[in-house]
Each structure stands twice: as structure tokens, then as C-alpha cells.
């Protein structure tokens, strides 16, 4: 049973920059794909960024050349570095683990805040 534990959002001013953290343990961290999705208020959960077991990222388009997902297996640790953040930001961030073979693992999600 993969458990993810997410940390460091928070409240930030519009323009400012927010890392988000998630450790993950249970399963061969180094074999998932990782990722983020965002939930804001009266909104359907979307997608924000992935990287492969490989360390290839992909964004969706409304974050790319903002924030920047990456990872560190010996700590078994991926990373959302969030900069120029916009109010529309604001959501709910959820980390979740793609193991081959399984459905997705999710963790219980950090509450960013973008506004002034």
C-alpha cells in the first residue's frame, strides 16, 4: 500500500512562488510515474504536471514556463516548484503515484492560496 504525504502550501501573494513536496513510501519509488493534479473550489479536479520513472515532466498548458515538477529518488520525494503564481492558482493540490499495474495512489492533498 503506496502512502504519499504532500507539504508546503500556503498563502501567497499573486506574482510569488510556492514549492510543494511529496514523499512517498510503501512501493519502489523509483518505478512510478509521479504527479500533481489541482482541485479548486466548484471545479473538477485537472491535471498540472507528471514525470516519468524516467524523470521526463509533462504540463498542462496553463502551468508550462511556471512551475516545474521534479524528483529525487533517493529520498523518494517529487517536487512541484510553483513560480509567478496567479490567483487562478488556487486550489487544492493532490499528489498522486502511477505504479504499472495499479491504479493511482493519491495523498490528501495541500491547500495553496494565491491573493493579496
Known amino acids: 500500500q503506496v502512502q504519499l504525504v504532500e507539504s508546503g502550501g500556503g498563502l501567497v501573494q499573486p506574482g510569488g512562488s510556492l514549492r510543494l513536496s511529496c514523499v512517498a513510501s510503501g512501493s519502489v519509488f523509483s518505478r512510478n510515474a509521479m504527479g500533481w493534479y489541482r482541485q479548486a473550489p466548484g471545479k473538477q479536479r485537472e491535471f498540472v504536471a507528471r514525470?516519468?520513472?524516467?524523470?521526463?515532466?509533462l504540463y498542462a498548458s496553463s502551468v508550462k514556463g511556471r512551475f516545474t515538477i521534479s524528483r529525487t529518488n533517493a529520498k523518494n520525494t517529487v517536487y512541484l516548484q510553483m513560480n509567478s503564481l496567479k490567483p487562478e492558482d488556487t486550489a487544492v493540490y493532490y499528489c498522486?503515484?502511477?505504479?504499472?499495474?495499479?491504479?493511482?495512489?493519491w495523498g490528501q492533498g495541500t491547500q495553496v492560496t494565491v491573493s493579496s
Open positions: 498522486y503515484a502511477d505504479r504499472p499495474g495499479y491504479s493511482l495512489a
Open positions: 514525470i516519468s520513472s524516467g524523470s521526463i515532466p
